[in-house]
């Protein structure tokens, strides 16, 4: 059975102010996107769907209860409650030494047009443990650029504003058990790329069509702008 982990942890920093005053404060993973009856995570979930047997979207104290409403009729979709709050990518990583197997991972506040199954036909083509979706997009302020040889990503800085179409990360995950990552659990929760870059471990599959890490008003607008 193949299950999806959606991160939906955050506490919207960046677009606090924004939501109260545009949206009377709904989680940024709620917002719509333009002309349809859809958020961002219907978005998500109506995409995993054709590839996953169950959803799981681990929320916040403060979100769970949104969330719950909004996906309570979406078969095999269930919200949790994530009391660690250790990053966005400490769900995943819980349940990869859990389990001790692979796990699929994503954010809850993004948008591009990609396949899991293809996403996972790339990781499957390669020797490393943990592959990430990368794609470009636009000019954003604090973004993650990469430094790629091919596919293999060797290098990550936050820069204080990328260019257009700079390769950004778009929040998707698969990640494959190895025995090391026992030895670096709070690290890859707290410092996701740089302990995996360490250890030679992280692929990026590139897309070519833009995407969009949603996180600031800017982000969203110009994701409007595009999605029209």
Known sequence: MKE???????????????????????????LPLPGRDESLIERIISRAILFFDKIQVHASPQNAACLSDLLQKIP?????????????????????????????????????????????????SHDKPVSILVAPSISVSDGATFEFSG????????????????????????????????????????????????????????LSTVGFNINTPKVYEAFCRHFR
């Open 4 to 30: 999806l982990i959606i991160s939906a942890g955050g506490v919207n920093a960046r677009l606090k102010d924004y939501l109260l005053r545009e949206f009377n404060g709904i989680p940024k993973s709620v």
């Open 76 to 124: 095999n979709v269930e919200v949790v409650v994530d009391i660690y709050r250790t990053g966005p990518v400490g769900p995943q990583i819980r349940a990869l030494i859990e389990r001790k197997s692979r796990i699929y991972g994503c954010a809850s506040d993004f948008y591009c047009d990609f396949d899991w199954g293809e996403f996972e036909r790339f990781h499957d």
């Open 151 to 206: 596919d293999k990503i060797l290098a990550w800085n936050r820069s204080a504003q990328t260019k257009r179409n700079d390769i950004i990360n778009m929040g998707c995950q698969i990640i494959d058990y190895a025995c090391d990552f026992e030895e670096v659990v709070e690290q890859l929760q707290c410092q996701f790329f740089s302990t995996l870059i360490e250890k030679g471990f992280l692929m990026g599959y590139k």
